[in-house]
């Protein structure tokens, strides 16, 4: 029963909870991610290649034969890979970005605090000494 206390402790910790927040997100991002690169991107780019689809890309290594597919090296789906991931990439860095930016304004230095006024002790003290200066 041990065991299953220090699981249950361990899951339901906040740095756990978060992680699989965001693996979660993280993933439904990735698919919007690659749709917008799929769908919106990537066809005026191959347009502008010639109606060139990156994913057609392809290198046969040996033909097919009968029931048996073509061995092939799909470097376009690479290249597609690569443009989604840049995105990705570049799509964190801004929300981060912000985020830290954000942080920043929230976290302004406040002005620091004004020094406490002198104690009678050390008026008194400072009377002395300025009044054993002039002598």
Same mark, same amino acid.
């Given at each position: $029963?041990?065991?299953? +206390?220090?699981?249950?402790?361990?899951? $339901?910790?906040?740095?756990?909870?978060?992680?699989?927040?965001?693996?979660?997100?993280?993933?439904?991002?990735?698919?919007?991610? %690659? %749709?917008?690169?799929?769908?919106?991107? !990537?066809?005026?780019?191959?347009?502008?290649?010639?109606?060139?689809?990156?994913? +057609?890309? $392809?290198?046969? !290594?040996?033909?097919?034969?009968?029931?048996?597919?073509?061995?092939?090296?799909?470097?376009? $789906?690479?290249?597609?890979?690569?443009? +989604?991931?840049?995105?990705?990439?570049?799509?964190?860095?801004?929300?981060?970005?912000? !985020?830290? %930016?954000?942080?920043?304004?929230?976290?302004?230095?406040?002005?620091?605090?004004?020094?406490?006024?002198?104690?009678?002790?050390?008026?008194?003290?400072?009377?002395?000494? +300025?009044?054993?200066?002039?002598?």
């Amino acid at each position: $029963m041990k065991l299953l +206390d220090e699981f249950k402790a361990f899951a $339901m910790r906040g740095n756990v909870v978060d992680l699989a927040v965001a693996v979660i997100i993280g993933g439904a991002f990735g698919k919007i991610v %690659s %749709s917008f690169v799929n769908d919106i991107l !990537m066809p005026p780019i191959g347009l502008l290649l010639g109606g060139l689809d990156f994913k +057609d890309l $392809m290198f046969t !290594m040996k033909e097919g034969v009968g029931d048996v597919p073509p061995v092939t090296l799909n470097y376009g $789906m690479f290249i597609q890979n690569v443009v +989604d991931f840049i995105i990705i990439a570049f799509a964190i860095f801004i929300a981060i970005k912000g !985020m830290n %930016s954000f942080k920043k304004a929230e976290e302004a230095p406040a002005a620091p605090p004004a020094p406490p006024a002198p104690t009678k002790d050390q008026e008194l003290l400072a009377e002395i000494r +300025d009044l054993l200066k002039n002598k």
